[in-house]
């Protein structure tokens, strides 16, 4: 097969499994594609430790590469840097936010020891609706395990939320 | 392709129109250097692997036990999702022990395929999943005392678990946040709610002291637990004010002869949550799925 497109557009173009709308570099999941002589090597890397759909994604890709005429692929887990929610990009936020899902804000700051916080974060999350803020955190676990669970007050509708880590 | 029957055509690597099942990818740390760095001891590393891979194991399985019988569908989906958390980090430090001590075992093989005392969890894993009071002080105690290790194990001599902690550390900040919430709701709640609360922490503190007690594995290769005992009493005085709590003055369980969870011995729970847990494995040795 004759390759046309290089491998790091084609990897570009592999959505998440469980987010359709956004690919895997919009999330920030894909990390970093190389190409030597003919061999590909992805690195990838898990939203959360327990990401069920990280064996669909080395799959995905895996099977893009192949149909694209790359036969040598191989899928490298990342662990560190941790993913944040901060590396969705611009794109990927506005196609979250037009599938209803609310992008995160600014991840909070990682220095010194873990402060317990008891109270749920204020923050100023939009419902994706109808754009009021007048919204409430309901269980900041959601169907998946980057997502919260919130409500908003003005419309009444629930809606997801992409967690701050 | 062919297959005789549907679940062969599940486990097919090569057929690129099934879904998560047979991906044919099982190691959770492809790609990944994991040759032990120089002047650690492969095997020593890897018991500490499994002691820590097993703390999340186990947890992870007595909170499965909650889908269906949490009191709302927030919260079933939250501990649902703590549990898979867990079960994350598991797959992970499982999936280093076997690179670590060169047997190259997979995670199942650990845990599906081990007898009760070859697993190095400590004891307040496996209790029996009690009332939501109980779980509670569980993961509240569980996940102030693994944040506060993890946070250290960040600088592991070994970059995979360092990565693995690291990693860690932001999925255990919601699980003790979430634990630490309902405890303050609970104890500052309703008589009721106070009662259950306070039972539920009375019933799992004899577990606590075993928490800190040091292994010589752990303190050969990881985070000496003695260490974070300090940060673990501060948290939880934070917990426990607003709570209108109080620790609770009750002895320690001891262990046999001293031994206890990570020397692989055992309260009677845990040979009941093996037989459910490997059943499958079991009956159908090399089953995929």
Known sequence: ?165 | MSFDNAYEALADAHDDSRWAFGTGFEDPLSGMDTSVPPGVDGPTLAQYCLMLGDDALIMSHRLQEWCTNAPELEDEVAIANIGLDLLGQARLLLARAGKADGTGRSEDDYAFLRPEHEFRNVRLAELERGDFGQLIAVLLVFSTWRLALFQRLAASVDPVLGAIAEKGVKELTYHRDYAARWAVRLGDGTARSRERMRAGLDGIWPYVEELFTPHEIEVRVGVDPASVRAEFDDVLAQVFAPATLTPPEVAPRVGVAGRTGRDGVHTEAMGYLLAELQSVARALPGATW
Not at chain 1, 29 to 38: A, K, T
Not at chain 1, 109 to 128: E, F, H, I, K, N
């Open chain 1, 1 to 165: 097969m004759v390759t046309t497109r290089t491998a790091r557009d084609v990897a570009k173009t592999v959505t998440d499994p469980e987010l359709p709308m956004l690919t895997l570099a919009d999330l920030g999941v894909l990390r970093e594609v190389s190409e030597v002589d003919g061999r590909v090597v992805v690195s990838i890397t898990p939203t959360y430790t327990g990401c069920p759909a990280m064996d669909t994604m080395r799959d995905d890709l895996v099977h893009a590469l192949e149909n694209a005429g790359y036969l040598d692929v191989e899928i490298r887990t990342v662990l560190r840097p941790a993913w944040s929610s901060d590396w969705i990009t611009a794109d990927g936020r506005r196609k979250l936010a037009e599938a209803g899902i609310a992008p995160p804000g600014a991840a909070p700051p990682r220095s010194g020891p873990v402060p317990l916080t008891l109270a749920p974060p204020a923050r100023l999350v939009g419902c994706p609706r109808c754009g009021s803020v007048e919204t409430e955190q309901v269980s900041e676990f959601g169907p998946t395990a980057c997502k919260a669970l919130r409500r908003c007050r003005a419309c009444h509708e629930p809606f997801e939320h992409v967690k701050e880590i």
